[in-house]
Nanobody
C-alpha cells in the first residue's frame, strides 16, 4: 500500500494562509487519485479536496470551495493544499491519501492545523 504523509500544519490567525504538502510512498502520484481529508476532535474524518490523476480534475467540499486549492507537482511527487482565508472551523488534523488506501481505511501521518480567532 502507498504511504502518504501530510506536512506543513501549524498555528494560523483567522484570515491567514498556509500550504500543506503531501509526499512519500515511493510511487508516482499520477498513479493515484489523491485527496485531502481532515478530522476535528470528536468528529468523523471528512474529505475536503481531490485531484484526479486520470484527467487532472479537482473537486472541493462546499465548506472550502473558493478558499482552498489542490495542486500537484509530478516531478516532485508532491501534492499541495493551499489554504487561504482560514477560519477557526478549519481547525483539524489534515491527512492526504490515495483512493486505494482510503478504500482500505489505511491512513498515514496527518498534520495539525489550528486557526485562532
Amino acid at each position: 500500500d502507498v504511504q502518504l504523509q501530510a506536512f506543513g500544519g501549524g498555528l494560523v490567525q483567522t484570515g491567514g494562509s498556509l500550504r500543506l504538502s503531501c509526499a512519500g510512498s515511493g510511487f508516482t502520484y499520477p498513479d493515484y487519485v489523491i485527496g485531502w481529508f481532515r478530522q476535528a476532535p470528536g468528529k468523523e474524518r471528512e474529505g475536503v479536496s481531490v485531484i484526479s490523476s486520470s484527467d487532472g480534475s479537482t473537486h472541493y467540499a462546499d465548506s472550502v470551495k473558493g478558499r482552498f486549492t489542490i495542486s500537484r507537482d509530478n516531478a516532485k511527487n508532491t501534492v499541495y493544499l493551499q489554504m487561504n482565508s482560514l477560519k477557526p472551523e478549519d481547525t483539524a488534523v489534515y491527512y492526504c491519501n490515495d483512493e486505494t488506501s482510503v478504500a482500505l481505511d489505511y491512513w498515514g501521518q496527518g498534520t495539525q492545523l489550528t486557526v485562532s480567532s
